[in-house]
């Protein structure tokens, strides 16, 4: 099984920047897809940005492309999401996930992915 830990969440103002870490435990990966994903009240929970470990393949939504940017280290095993620029519809509980293997792509799909992190909340405030 694997454990994914986010932290780094916190209250920040319009302009300013946090990075997320995500760091992945218990069955280590060979290879996978980590993603980013963030939830708003009442909305569903949607595609931030992701990479592929060995691949280097990046994804972003167009909604933070620009101002946020992922990154891993794979002797960590520990995937960032940079996040600079910050707007008041930044704030939502920010979600990593992982899918094991070597892909050719980052998909946006929450049902692609298997592993999920218990979340950590940003607030940006106006």
């Known amino acids: 099984q694997v454990q994914l830990v986010e932290s780094g969440g916190g209250l920040v103002q319009a302009g300013g920047s946090l990075r997320l870490s995500c760091a992945a435990s218990g069955r280590t990966f060979s290879d996978a897809v980590m993603g980013w994903f963030r939830q708003a009240p009442g909305k569903e929970r949607e595609f931030v940005a992701g990479?592929?470990?060995?691949?280097?393949?990046?994804n972003y939504s167009d909604s933070v492309k620009g101002r946020f940017t992922v990154s891993g280290d794979n002797a960590k095993n520990t995937v960032y999401l940079q996040m600079n620029s910050l707007r008041p519809e930044d704030t939502a509980v920010y979600y990593c996930?992982?899918?094991?293997?070597?892909?050719?792509?980052?998909?946006?799909?929450?049902?692609?992915?298997?592993?999920w992190g218990q979340g950590t909340q940003v607030t940006v405030s106006s």
């Open positions: 990479i592929g470990w060995s691949s280097g393949i990046l």
């Open positions: 996930a992982a899918r094991a293997g070597l892909w050719g792509v980052v998909p946006p799909a929450t049902t692609f992915y298997e592993y």
